[in-house]
């Protein structure tokens, strides 16, 4: 499984990554950033850490953590 | 499954792009291209004026500030001077295919050896959103406010179809970044035309498909599907020329 850490001051609220998450672990949540965007929240729960959000997030907001031991990447 | 996926060194910070704008993809496509091939501490990027120019703001590696639509020509040079290095350009459609068209068809009839990388979203971002050559039919921009027609402003321009007539090109694909397969294929796609241009093949090229939200009026994820449809289908996304130039 991965760790998702999330970097909510680069967010702009632009939705893509909720749109990609197949498990529906990503959500606009209540808060603000410096920047006025209402920014994203990850349900780790839901989360398999896939790396979806990753690949399409255009604002560099997500970073997935492998916790297996294994290190490749995509 | 589970995999470690982290920001690469080479983006320095947050970018200034819109929110939704396919820029950013690109650029961290482009940083983790440069660091899995070794080559971020050589790479040469000539930044073209418009969106893509905010590049400078996000990616860490040298880079030289161009005239508008010159930024081919500007690659083109500081690859001749410094072989070794990795150069590419980074540009819009409008910058690339309408201001700088001749620098763009002649880097690929020259056969100069860098690769341009256009990111293609159909209008001039930056100054408001005006039609560019790229602007599909029917698209309503700031200056095609009844859509862009034919009778007006011929069909839209697709380079890809002019460059494949080159026979030296090297390397030749179109990506797009509306979801997560396509930008894992367009970033096969830039290093594949960074291997082309390291190893002395030719001219290597990669066009994009990228929203543009703002200009566009329309929701990030809306734009997205976009692409996916109407865009797509007038520019068909794969890869054009593989393994030509030089050493075919």
Redesign the interface.
């Known amino acids: 499984m991965g760790k998702i850490s999330l970097n909510t001051g680069y967010c702009k609220s632009c939705g893509l990554c909720i749109r990609a998450c197949t498990r529906g672990a990503l959500s606009i949540s209540g808060k603000t950033n410096e920047k006025g965007y209402r920014v994203i929240a990850a349900d780790d729960m839901k989360c398999v850490g896939c790396g979806l959000c990753y690949t399409v997030c255009p604002d560099y907001v997500f970073t997935i953590e492998d916790q297996t031991g294994s290190e490749w990447t995509v | 499954?589970?995999?470690?996926?982290?920001?690469p060194d080479t983006?320095k910070g947050?970018?200034t792009?819109?929110?939704?704008?396919?820029?950013?993809?690109v650029v961290?496509l482009i940083a983790e291209a440069l660091e899995e091939l070794g080559h971020a501490d050589d790479a040469i990027c000539a930044v073209a004026v418009g969106c893509s120019c905010l590049v400078n703001v996000?990616l860490g590696i040298d880079k030289i500030g161009c005239p508008h639509g010159r930024a081919s020509a500007c690659a083109a040079g500081i690859k001749r001077v410094r072989p070794g290095n990795l150069v590419f350009s980074y540009q819009g459609d409008g910058d690339s295919l309408s201001i700088g068209l001749a620098e763009t068809v002649y880097s690929a009839q020259r056969n100069e050896k860098f690769t341009q990388i256009i990111v293609n979203n159909g209008v001039f971002g930056m100054t408001g959103g005006q039609a560019s050559p790229c602007t599909l039919i029917g698209q309503k921009t700031t200056t095609t406010v009844d859509g862009r027609s034919v009778n007006m402003s011929g069909v839209p321009l697709d380079i890809m179809k002019m460059f494949g007539q080159i026979e030296s090109v090297a390397y030749l694909a179109r990506g797009s970044?509306h979801?997560?397969q396509n930008?894992?294929n367009t970033k096969r796609y830039i290093k594949k035309a960074f291997e082309a241009q390291m190893a002395g093949a030719g001219f290597s090229c990669v066009e994009i498909l990228s929203p543009c939200?703002t200009n566009w009026h329309m929701?990030?994820?809306d734009s997205?599907e976009r692409i996916a449809g109407v865009v797509s289908a007038y520019y068909p996304i794969g890869e054009i020329v593989t393994g030509g130039g030089l050493n075919a």
């Open positions: 499954m589970a995999m470690t996926k982290k920001i983006i947050a970018n792009f819109c929110p939704g704008c396919g820029h950013g993809v961290r996000a970044v979801d997560a930008i894992l939200p929701e990030p994820v997205m």
